[in-house]
Protein backbone atom coordinates (compact mmCIF):
# COMPACT_ATOMS: atom_id res chain seq x y z
CA UNK A 1 0.00 0.00 0.00
CA UNK A 2 1.24 3.35 -0.89
CA UNK A 3 2.58 5.36 2.48
CA UNK A 4 0.35 8.25 4.24
CA UNK A 5 3.08 10.60 3.88
CA UNK A 6 2.97 10.23 0.00
CA UNK A 7 -0.97 10.02 -0.30
CA UNK A 8 -0.66 13.30 1.80
CA UNK A 9 2.33 14.96 -0.81
CA UNK A 10 -0.32 13.69 -3.77
CA UNK A 11 -3.46 15.64 -2.80
CA UNK A 12 -0.94 19.06 -1.51
CA UNK A 13 0.96 18.92 -4.94
CA UNK A 14 -2.73 18.23 -6.43
CA UNK A 15 -3.81 21.20 -4.66
CA UNK A 16 -0.70 23.10 -5.97
CA UNK A 17 -1.59 21.98 -9.91
CA UNK A 18 1.06 19.17 -9.97
CA UNK A 19 -0.58 16.41 -11.11
CA UNK A 20 1.27 13.17 -10.37
CA UNK A 21 0.18 10.44 -12.23
CA UNK A 22 1.00 7.98 -8.75
CA UNK A 23 3.18 8.01 -6.38
CA UNK A 24 6.39 6.62 -7.99
CA UNK A 25 6.46 9.41 -10.06
CA UNK A 26 6.91 11.40 -7.12
CA UNK A 27 9.49 9.10 -5.34
CA UNK A 28 11.92 9.48 -8.57
CA UNK A 29 11.26 13.08 -8.85
CA UNK A 30 13.26 12.96 -5.15
CA UNK A 31 15.82 11.69 -6.82
CA UNK A 32 16.19 13.80 -10.06
CA UNK A 33 19.17 15.90 -10.22
CA UNK A 34 19.17 17.08 -13.79
CA UNK A 35 16.07 18.91 -15.38
CA UNK A 36 15.57 19.02 -19.55
CA UNK A 37 13.15 21.87 -20.31
CA UNK A 38 11.89 22.52 -23.62
CA UNK A 39 11.89 25.67 -25.00
CA UNK A 40 8.73 26.75 -26.85
CA UNK A 41 5.07 26.87 -24.36
CA UNK A 42 7.27 25.14 -21.70
CA UNK A 43 10.23 27.89 -20.65
CA UNK A 44 8.29 30.40 -22.82
CA UNK A 45 4.73 31.15 -22.50
CA UNK A 46 3.87 30.14 -26.23
CA UNK A 47 1.28 32.87 -26.72
CA UNK A 48 3.79 34.14 -29.59
CA UNK A 49 3.11 36.76 -32.30
CA UNK A 50 4.00 37.25 -35.98
CA UNK A 51 6.56 40.10 -35.99
CA UNK A 52 7.36 40.41 -39.19
CA UNK A 53 5.69 39.17 -42.95
CA UNK A 54 8.28 39.02 -45.88
CA UNK A 55 6.26 37.59 -48.95
CA UNK A 56 8.32 37.70 -52.08
CA UNK A 57 5.61 38.38 -54.76
CA UNK A 58 5.04 41.06 -52.20
CA UNK A 59 1.30 40.41 -51.81
CA UNK A 60 1.00 39.77 -48.14
CA UNK A 61 -2.51 39.14 -47.57
CA UNK A 62 -2.47 35.99 -50.24
CA UNK A 63 1.14 34.81 -48.54
CA UNK A 64 -1.15 35.15 -45.51
CA UNK A 65 -4.14 33.33 -46.68
CA UNK A 66 -2.19 30.61 -47.69
CA UNK A 67 -0.13 30.12 -44.82
CA UNK A 68 -2.98 30.28 -42.68
CA UNK A 69 -4.81 27.98 -44.75
CA UNK A 70 -1.89 25.58 -43.28
CA UNK A 71 -1.63 26.45 -40.02
CA UNK A 72 -5.75 26.08 -39.43
CA UNK A 73 -4.86 22.21 -39.41
CA UNK A 74 -1.95 22.56 -36.10
CA UNK A 75 -2.00 22.86 -32.41
CA UNK A 76 0.92 24.76 -32.88
CA UNK A 77 1.96 27.80 -30.71
CA UNK A 78 3.31 28.78 -34.00
CA UNK A 79 0.46 28.02 -35.57
CA UNK A 80 -2.09 29.98 -33.28
CA UNK A 81 0.34 33.17 -33.75
CA UNK A 82 -0.43 32.76 -37.37
CA UNK A 83 -3.68 32.69 -37.35
CA UNK A 84 -4.03 35.67 -34.88
CA UNK A 85 -2.41 37.72 -37.74
CA UNK A 86 -4.88 36.40 -40.04
CA UNK A 87 -7.83 36.99 -37.76
CA UNK A 88 -6.62 40.57 -37.12
CA UNK A 89 -5.92 41.47 -40.50
CA UNK A 90 -9.61 40.05 -41.60
CA UNK A 91 -8.47 37.80 -44.01
CA UNK A 92 -9.94 34.63 -45.67
CA UNK A 93 -7.87 31.39 -45.14
CA UNK A 94 -7.02 29.20 -48.18
CA UNK A 95 -8.18 25.89 -48.45
CA UNK A 96 -5.77 23.30 -47.54
CA UNK A 97 -6.10 19.64 -47.42
CA UNK A 98 -4.33 16.84 -46.84
CA UNK A 99 -2.51 18.16 -43.97
CA UNK A 100 0.35 16.47 -42.16
CA UNK A 101 2.07 17.99 -39.29
CA UNK A 102 5.84 17.07 -39.22
CA UNK A 103 7.00 17.23 -35.61
CA UNK A 104 10.01 19.58 -34.73
CA UNK A 105 10.02 21.01 -38.73
CA UNK A 106 6.62 22.13 -39.43
CA UNK A 107 3.53 21.25 -41.44
CA UNK A 108 2.36 19.89 -45.39
CA UNK A 109 -0.38 19.94 -47.08
CA UNK A 110 -2.16 20.33 -50.72
CA UNK A 111 -3.74 23.59 -51.88
CA UNK A 112 -6.08 23.99 -55.53
CA UNK A 113 -2.65 24.22 -57.05
CA UNK A 114 -0.34 21.15 -55.56
CA UNK A 115 1.42 20.68 -52.63
CA UNK A 116 2.17 23.60 -50.17
CA UNK A 117 4.49 22.91 -46.91
CA UNK A 118 5.76 25.69 -43.93
CA UNK A 119 8.28 24.90 -41.95
CA UNK A 120 12.03 25.64 -39.96
CA UNK A 121 14.97 25.56 -42.66
CA UNK A 122 15.06 21.94 -41.97
CA UNK A 123 12.41 21.28 -44.09
CA UNK A 124 13.53 23.98 -46.67
CA UNK A 125 16.64 22.04 -46.94
CA UNK A 126 14.48 18.78 -47.64
CA UNK A 127 12.20 20.66 -50.21
CA UNK A 128 15.29 21.44 -51.97
CA UNK A 129 14.33 24.86 -51.40
CA UNK A 130 17.04 27.79 -51.07
CA UNK A 131 16.55 30.96 -49.29
CA UNK A 132 19.12 32.88 -49.86
CA UNK A 133 17.31 36.28 -51.27
CA UNK A 134 18.23 39.18 -49.09
CA UNK A 135 14.95 39.79 -47.73
CA UNK A 136 15.00 36.27 -46.42
CA UNK A 137 18.35 36.58 -44.59
CA UNK A 138 16.97 39.78 -43.46
CA UNK A 139 14.18 37.98 -41.18
CA UNK A 140 16.56 35.61 -40.03
CA UNK A 141 18.93 38.37 -38.53
CA UNK A 142 17.01 38.73 -35.28
CA UNK A 143 16.65 36.33 -32.54
CA UNK A 144 13.47 34.95 -33.67
CA UNK A 145 11.36 32.25 -34.94
CA UNK A 146 11.40 32.17 -38.87
CA UNK A 147 8.59 29.66 -40.56
CA UNK A 148 9.33 29.61 -44.05
CA UNK A 149 6.51 28.89 -46.33
CA UNK A 150 6.97 27.13 -49.88
CA UNK A 151 5.81 25.34 -52.33
CA UNK A 152 7.36 22.46 -54.03
CA UNK A 153 11.04 23.16 -54.00
CA UNK A 154 10.02 27.51 -54.51
CA UNK A 155 10.06 29.69 -50.81
CA UNK A 156 7.52 32.00 -51.27
CA UNK A 157 8.75 34.10 -48.29
CA UNK A 158 8.34 33.83 -44.15
CA UNK A 159 7.34 34.90 -40.88
CA UNK A 160 8.87 35.72 -37.94
CA UNK A 161 7.16 34.88 -34.39
CA UNK A 162 8.47 36.19 -31.18
CA UNK A 163 7.65 34.36 -28.16
CA UNK A 164 8.64 35.40 -24.65
CA UNK A 165 9.70 33.61 -21.38
CA UNK A 166 7.40 32.83 -18.89
CA UNK A 167 7.38 35.41 -16.06
CA UNK A 168 8.04 32.45 -13.26
CA UNK A 169 10.59 30.66 -15.33
CA UNK A 170 13.59 32.37 -14.33
CA UNK A 171 12.53 32.20 -10.77
CA UNK A 172 11.76 28.18 -10.90
CA UNK A 173 15.29 27.58 -12.59
CA UNK A 174 17.26 29.30 -9.37
CA UNK A 175 14.58 27.63 -7.43
CA UNK A 176 15.79 24.09 -8.49
CA UNK A 177 19.31 25.18 -8.18
CA UNK A 178 18.79 26.01 -4.75
CA UNK A 179 17.77 22.69 -4.28
CA UNK A 180 20.51 21.00 -5.34
CA UNK A 181 19.61 20.20 -9.03
CA UNK A 182 23.16 20.03 -10.43
CA UNK A 183 22.22 20.67 -14.35
CA UNK A 184 19.50 22.26 -15.85
CA UNK A 185 19.16 21.59 -20.02
CA UNK A 186 17.31 23.66 -22.34
CA UNK A 187 16.36 21.87 -25.78
CA UNK A 188 14.65 23.11 -28.96
CA UNK A 189 13.69 22.56 -31.97
CA UNK A 190 14.26 26.19 -33.06
CA UNK A 191 17.15 28.10 -33.95
CA UNK A 192 20.00 28.62 -32.36
CA UNK A 193 19.90 32.55 -31.87
CA UNK A 194 16.57 32.40 -30.38
CA UNK A 195 17.32 29.86 -27.41
CA UNK A 196 20.41 31.79 -27.01
CA UNK A 197 18.67 34.78 -26.61
CA UNK A 198 15.68 33.18 -24.40
CA UNK A 199 18.17 30.51 -22.31
CA UNK A 200 20.62 34.37 -21.59
CA UNK A 201 17.54 35.27 -20.54
CA UNK A 202 16.88 32.28 -17.93
CA UNK A 203 20.42 32.57 -16.46
CA UNK A 204 21.18 29.14 -18.76
CA UNK A 205 24.94 28.51 -19.63
CA UNK A 206 25.37 28.49 -23.65
CA UNK A 207 26.56 24.86 -23.25
CA UNK A 208 23.57 23.87 -21.43
CA UNK A 209 21.42 25.16 -24.84
CA UNK A 210 20.82 22.76 -27.46
CA UNK A 211 19.22 23.96 -30.70
CA UNK A 212 17.74 22.26 -33.78
CA UNK A 213 16.79 19.50 -31.94
CA UNK A 214 14.39 16.87 -33.72
CA UNK A 215 11.81 15.01 -31.59
CA UNK A 216 14.44 11.77 -31.25
CA UNK A 217 17.50 13.96 -30.73
CA UNK A 218 15.53 15.33 -27.76
CA UNK A 219 15.47 11.51 -26.60
CA UNK A 220 18.65 10.96 -27.72
CA UNK A 221 19.84 13.90 -25.16
CA UNK A 222 17.62 12.59 -22.54
CA UNK A 223 19.45 9.40 -22.86
CA UNK A 224 22.53 10.68 -22.53
CA UNK A 225 21.63 12.58 -19.50
CA UNK A 226 20.31 9.96 -17.60
CA UNK A 227 23.49 7.80 -17.72
CA UNK A 228 24.69 10.83 -15.40
CA UNK A 229 21.80 11.37 -12.97
CA UNK A 230 18.19 11.13 -12.65
CA UNK A 231 16.56 13.04 -15.33
CA UNK A 232 13.12 14.86 -15.52
CA UNK A 233 12.12 16.31 -18.95
CA UNK A 234 9.63 19.24 -18.84
CA UNK A 235 7.60 19.93 -22.37
CA UNK A 236 4.41 20.32 -23.87
CA UNK A 237 4.42 19.26 -27.79
CA UNK A 238 3.70 16.59 -29.61
CA UNK A 239 7.41 17.04 -30.55
CA UNK A 240 8.54 15.82 -26.72
CA UNK A 241 6.58 12.95 -26.16
CA UNK A 242 9.39 10.67 -26.59
CA UNK A 243 11.78 12.25 -24.73
CA UNK A 244 9.07 12.33 -22.25
CA UNK A 245 8.46 8.94 -22.10
CA UNK A 246 12.53 8.53 -21.86
CA UNK A 247 13.13 10.88 -18.89
CA UNK A 248 12.71 8.82 -15.40
CA UNK A 249 10.30 11.35 -14.83
CA UNK A 250 8.16 13.00 -17.76
CA UNK A 251 6.18 16.21 -17.16
CA UNK A 252 3.75 17.72 -19.40
CA UNK A 253 2.77 21.63 -19.20
CA UNK A 254 -1.52 20.54 -18.49
CA UNK A 255 -2.95 23.60 -19.17
CA UNK A 256 -2.09 24.31 -22.80
CA UNK A 257 -0.06 21.30 -23.78
CA UNK A 258 -0.61 18.32 -26.10
CA UNK A 259 -2.56 15.30 -25.32
CA UNK A 260 0.49 13.29 -26.84
CA UNK A 261 2.44 15.36 -24.44
CA UNK A 262 0.25 14.46 -21.47
CA UNK A 263 -0.04 11.01 -22.17
CA UNK A 264 3.24 10.39 -22.41
CA UNK A 265 4.27 12.37 -18.90
CA UNK A 266 4.58 11.03 -15.26
CA UNK A 267 2.99 14.41 -14.15
CA UNK A 268 0.79 17.24 -15.39
CA UNK A 269 1.84 20.73 -14.85
CA UNK A 270 -2.02 22.53 -14.89
CA UNK A 271 -0.63 25.76 -13.62
CA UNK A 272 1.22 28.32 -15.72
CA UNK A 273 3.33 29.19 -12.59
CA UNK A 274 6.21 27.29 -13.11
CA UNK A 275 7.79 27.65 -9.64
CA UNK A 276 4.87 25.31 -8.95
CA UNK A 277 7.48 22.42 -10.51
CA UNK A 278 10.11 23.94 -7.98
CA UNK A 279 7.79 23.38 -4.91
CA UNK A 280 6.83 19.63 -6.54
CA UNK A 281 10.73 18.86 -6.29
CA UNK A 282 11.00 20.12 -3.08
CA UNK A 283 8.19 18.26 -1.76
CA UNK A 284 9.00 15.16 -3.26
CA UNK A 285 12.55 15.22 -1.54
CA UNK A 286 10.66 16.25 1.52
CA UNK A 287 8.67 13.13 1.48
CA UNK A 288 11.34 10.96 0.39
CA UNK A 289 13.34 11.95 3.56
CA UNK A 290 10.14 11.33 5.80
CA UNK A 291 9.24 7.50 4.50
CA UNK A 292 12.92 6.86 4.50
P1 LIG B 1 10.27 23.50 -29.37
O1 LIG B 1 11.17 22.32 -29.24
O2 LIG B 1 11.00 24.78 -29.04
O3 LIG B 1 9.01 23.38 -28.57
P2 LIG B 1 9.24 22.50 -31.91
O4 LIG B 1 10.12 21.28 -31.96
O5 LIG B 1 7.80 22.28 -31.62
O6 LIG B 1 9.86 23.62 -30.92
O7 LIG B 1 9.36 23.23 -33.28
C1 LIG B 1 10.63 23.43 -33.87
C2 LIG B 1 10.52 24.30 -35.07
O8 LIG B 1 9.76 23.61 -36.09
C3 LIG B 1 9.78 25.58 -34.84
O9 LIG B 1 10.64 26.58 -34.32
C4 LIG B 1 9.30 25.90 -36.25
O10 LIG B 1 10.32 26.51 -36.98
C5 LIG B 1 9.00 24.53 -36.83
N1 LIG B 1 7.58 24.17 -36.70
C6 LIG B 1 7.02 23.26 -35.86
N2 LIG B 1 5.69 23.20 -36.02
C7 LIG B 1 5.37 24.11 -36.96
C8 LIG B 1 4.15 24.55 -37.59
N3 LIG B 1 2.95 24.07 -37.27
N4 LIG B 1 4.25 25.51 -38.53
C9 LIG B 1 5.44 26.04 -38.87
N5 LIG B 1 6.60 25.67 -38.33
C10 LIG B 1 6.58 24.73 -37.40
MG1 LIG C 1 7.31 23.09 -27.04
Known amino acids: SVPAAILSALSAAARGG ?67 EVATRDLNIANVVDVNARPGVGIEGFDALGPVWAGNSYLVEEMGARIDRPELQKIAGNAQTVIYLGRGATVLGAVSVADETRPSSAAALAALRDSGVRRIVMMTGDRKPVALRIGAELGLKPEEIHAGMLPHDKVREVGELAATGKVAFVGDGVNDAAALARADVGIAMGAAGSDVALQAADVALLSEDMERLAQAHRLARRTASIIR
Open 18 to 84: VLFKGGAALETLAAVDTFAFDKTGTLTTGRAAVTQVVALDGDEDRFLSLLGGLEAHSEHHIAAAIRR
